[in-house]
């Protein structure tokens, strides 16, 4: 098969797009390569190659390829090229076929980047640096790939110069979320601004992970989150797109988080013209007082005073006689942490990380914009981190969605109250099968597209997501949308899935695959099938009765071949279909 491919040259060469976030342009784009039959996925087919001595070959091959799609579709930016250090270092690796190959091609050598992968090992580094000189020296700029991920690290960055490093994925995946990612990224962006070397993030699933990027200054980004591999790619992002990606990322839902209001202390405040002594005075009239906010005429909050600030002022020599009769405007922190009432736990610890504060400190809570109390610090990590333990016990470890016992509890919730909603279950079909051919690390990658289409399709409607486990998905939706909604996800999913199979598979419509009894079947590419169910709060007592009905919807939306919705109002439900996003809904009562 490999012999095959290279001397038929049956490469097929994907291109993603890096964008420059900051100007809202086009970088460039990295190629990817692709063979055939078992040898379709690249790790496959460079493990092939590596075996049978035939790296060099085929990295050739898929250079070449690669220059001439890029030329062919006369694509803008730079064109950055993934290069095996094992085939740079090769004997039989010829010398200047790249630049022979541009030349032929007639694409300037300062548009082509050369990706010299961290992964591989490296034993004889200075016959690399020579190596990545002489391209240097042709013209091509250099790149570290997968920074982070592999041997040298920054022993190759400072030895090679690049003027491109693309961080692993690893630290880009959840960043939002992790101290020591966010603290790495850091590290990264203060060495590429002292060698000036430009920082790309490759990776990029979700907007929260963007927006702290972007925050961070890493401006040149790459992933899923903002175009999927193509033969034909993406080369502009309209100005929706842009908006969409440039919106404040929403936080989690957890319907259990509490508002920061409920931690509110009332205690009195101190008005700006406050003298230092009358205010030395309160606290001395209440040793358990830690803290005075400070507010204007109109009961704004305008800084915080603390205890053992203005105690070491007084103590100090003097202190007494030069601050006695000042305004406690001179001595109070005039940036504390104001927050509303209504915020919620998570939005607060999201403004907490963001910023340095003493844990002795305390919040200040707003009511309308009027100062209403104090909160502790102490007080306030300690409610989050029980939350986040909740949280995490219960939650999917990939999608890091509510799990089965946040389902039972957001279906319950409802049922308690009589608040109509409706339930849909959403279902992965020929996942397996994918699966098994693709690869698991494919099969994760698919899991989590679907949550966050689910995700995206219900941002802007009140619905709680939750992941049961596997390819299955809970919806409960608490508007009149459901329907509307189920359609997003199937159209928006069958859409965006299709980057996950090779360009073959997708104009065949499937692929051949044998069962499990060993005959050869033809299989489908990745669709839905979910089930929608409107319960009866009367009738139905608990959450089991209620994703029993749902469960019974969705085994007859997998009943059909393509992507089905089936709806029912109560109880016996008859066949909805949704094709080519037309529906036609009959419900029994």
């Known amino acids: ?108 050598t300062n548009r082509v980047v050369i990706e010299v992968t961290e992964q591989d090992r490296v034993d004889d580094g200075f016959l690399l640096l020579k190596t990545i000189e002489h391209y240097r020296q042709l013209g091509f700029n250099i790149a570290i790939d997968d920074l982070g991920a592999g041997y040298s690290g920054l022993k190759q960055w400072s ?37 000036s070397t430009s920082v790309i993030a490759e990776g990029i699933e979700r907007i929260e992970e963007l927006a702290l990027l972007e925050k961070l200054g890493i401006v040149n980004a790459q992933g899923f989150l903002l175009a999927y591999p193509q033969t034909e790619p993406v080369i502009e992002l309209d100005a929706s797109q842009w908006s969409a990606l440039n919106l404040k990322p929403q ?167 009589q608040s109509g909603f409706s339930l849909a279950y959403i279902d992965l079909n020929h996942f397996k099968q994918f699966n098994d051919l693709y690869g698991y690390a494919s099969g994760d990658s698919v899991i989590k597209l679907l949550a966050e289409v689910t995700v995206q399709a219900c941002e802007n409607s009140p619905c709680f997501v939750g992941h049961i486990g596997g390819d299955d998905f809970m919806v409960v939706f608490d508007g009149d949308d459901a329907q509307q909604l189920c359609h997003q996800i199937i159209s928006d999913f069958e859409q965006q899935s299709k980057a996950f199979f090779t360009p073959e598979h997708v104009k065949s419509g499937g692929y051949w695959a044998t069962n499990r009894e060993g005959q050869k079947q033809f299989v489908p590419l990745l669709t839905l099938s979910i089930g929608l169910v409107r319960p009866d709060l009367d009738s139905c007592k608990n959450s089991h009765q209620v994703a029993a009905l749902a469960t019974d919807a969705k085994k007859e939306a997998k009943r059909y071949r393509n992507s089905y919705l089936f709806v029912c109002n109560r109880r016996r439900p008859t066949v909805s279909t949704v094709r080519h996003g037309q529906t036609q809904t009959e419900c029994s009562a």
């Not at 890029?70 to 930016?77: E, I, K, M």
Request: include cysteine.
């Open 159 to 195: 030895e090679l110069c690049p003027e491109y490093v693309k961080v692993d994925r690893y630290f880009i995946d959840f960043c939002d979320q992790s101290i020591v990612k966010r603290e790495f990224l850091k590290s990264i962006i203060e060495l590429a601004k002292a060698t």
């Open 251 to 417: 936080v989690p839902s957890n319907e259990h988080s509490i508002s920061i209001g409920w931690l509110a202390m009332a205690q009195n405040a101190i008005h700006q013209c406050t003298q230092c002594k009358d205010a030395h005075k309160n606290f001395e009239l209440d040793k358990k007082l830690m803290s005075l906010a400070v507010v204007n005429e109109h009961r704004e909050p305008i800084g915080l005073l603390h205890r053992d600030q203005l105690t070491e002022v007084f103590a100090a020599p003097y202190g007494h006689a030069l601050y006695a009769k000042k305004s406690v405007m001179e001595l109070m922190d005039k940036q504390p942490l104001i927050v509303d009432e209504n915020a919620q736990l998570d939005q607060v610890s999201q403004q907490i990380t963001e910023q340095e504060f003493d844990i002795r400190r305390h919040i200040i809570i707003t009511r309308e914009g009027k100062y209403l109390g104090l909160a502790p610090l102490r007080d306030i990590l300690k409610h989050i981190t029980e939350e986040k333990i909740r949280h995490a016990q219960h939650a999917n470890p990939l999608t890091m969605l509510p799990g089965n016992v946040a389902i039972n509890e957001a279906i319950e919730t409802r049922l308690r109250k």
């Open 1 to 108: 098969m490999l012999q095959n491919i290279l001397e038929q040259g049956t490469i097929t060469t994907l291109f993603q797009p890096i964008y420059d976030i900051s100007k809202q342009e086009v970088l460039g784009f990295e190629a990817l390569s692709r063979g055939v039959g078992c040898l379709e996925m690249p790790e496959r087919l460079f493990q092939a190659a590596s075996t049978h001595n035939k790296l060099s070959e085929l990295e050739l091959l898929c250079r070449e390829k690669a220059i001439e799609r890029f030329v062919t579709q006369q694509l803008p930016g730079k064109l950055f090229l993934n290069v095996s250090p094992s085939a740079l270092l090769d004997p039989s690796h010829p010398r200047g076929e790249t630049r022979d190959l541009v030349e032929k091609y007639g694409l300037a």
